[in-house]
Every structure is written in structure tokens, then in C-alpha cells.
């Protein structure tokens, strides 16, 4: 079982940029592939995709920014779930 910790709340790390980098790119793309078969052109408006990307960037960073800080677990089987879910196990996490 591993546990991972999101960045603290009013920070950025460097997770958090490569994560808004790509959806600053995913977002304008499938935009523009939405727009172009609704209109049945190609063209492209540069300026409205570039606004797109830098806003979702924007606005993802803003959202990490305000969000405390998470403990993840990953790898726990679902009978260890369900038996701190009904209170026979309990979960501690310690951190440093």
C-alpha cells in the first residue's frame, strides 16, 4: 500500500504545472476538433484557442492553489475498505 500526498494547500508543485500544461493543451484540441465538425471547416481561430488554453491553465493552477492538501492511498484491497467503512479496522497515516 503506498500513500501520496497532494501539494499543500497555497502552493504549487511542480506536478500540479505539468498536470494544467496538459490541460491547457487537451482542452483548446478537443474544442477545436468539436468546432470543425459542427461547422464543416478547418479553420482556425488562433487567438480564440490561445485565450482557451491560457484560461483552463489558469483556472486549474487557481483550483490546486485553494485545495488542501490530500493523502491518497493506493494499492488497498477493497476487504480493507470495507472493514474501515463498517468500523472493524481503523486507518492511521502518520506523517513527518
Known sequence: MATVTTSKQFQINFRDVIKGLALAVILPVLNVIYQSIEAGSFEFD???????????????????????????????????????KDGAAEAKIHTT
Not at 51 to 61: P, T
Open 46 to 84: 488562433w487567438k480564440r484557442i490561445g485565450l482557451l488554453a491560457a484560461g483552463s491553465f489558469i483556472a486549474y493552477i487557481i483550483k490546486n492553489f485553494f485545495t488542501p492538501a490530500e493523502v491518497v492511498m493506493t494499492g488497498v484491497k477493497n476487504d480493507t475498505i470495507d472493514a474501515i
